[in-house]
């Protein structure tokens, strides 16, 4: 197993195990156990793993696993995210701008990618607003109506 794969698999346990808040704190665990990474090295796993720093029910965040091919409890964990997440949503053409609490829109495009909605031909997050990109106006209204059930649970 190469030096990635092994310092992949340490990350993957140590997310598991307890609830980490910063890639701060996730490279000082890495280190004791044995494995010295810089922040570049770390950005580029996390983002290798697939992992987002979404809210947790105290309203701190935490790292968590946003694997593809979420099973259908996965998939519902990340539905019930959402409306902990959006604040609005608006659409324009073929878009939708989703905003989001700070530091949620990754989690929110990463849920919308992995529910697969037809209508939603990709999204680009930044640190409170999503952009969705829509396959035409019809589907942008589908997409604004689902999300704007969100919005009221």
């Keep these: 197993m190469s030096d990635k794969n092994q310092r992949h698999q340490v990350i993957r346990e140590i997310v598991a195990a307890k609830a980490v808040a910063s890639q701060e704190e996730l490279r000082r665990q890495l280190a004791k156990r044995g494995s010295e990474v810089t922040q570049s090295t770390l ?13 947790d029910s105290h309203g701190r965040s935490r790292y968590a696993f946003l694997d593809g091919g979420a099973d259908d409890e996965e998939l519902a964990q990340l539905e019930r995210m ?26 929110v495009a990463e849920a919308l990618d992995q529910l ?38």
Aim: aromatic residues 2%; charged residues 30%; hydrophobic residues 40%.
């Design 43 to 55: 950005s580029r796993d996390l983002r290798e793993l697939r992992l987002a720093r979404i809210p």
């Design 82 to 107: 959402l409306p902990q997440l959006l604040t609005h949503v608006e659409g324009v053409q073929v878009l939708v701008v989703a905003r989001t609490i700070k530091s949620g829109a990754q989690p």
């Design 116 to 153: 697969e909605w037809p209508d939603v031909a990709g999204t680009i997050a930044g640190d409170d607003t999503v952009l969705i990109i829509c396959r035409s106006t019809e589907g942008r209204e589908r997409v604004l109506k689902k999300l704007r059930a969100y919005l009221r649970a």
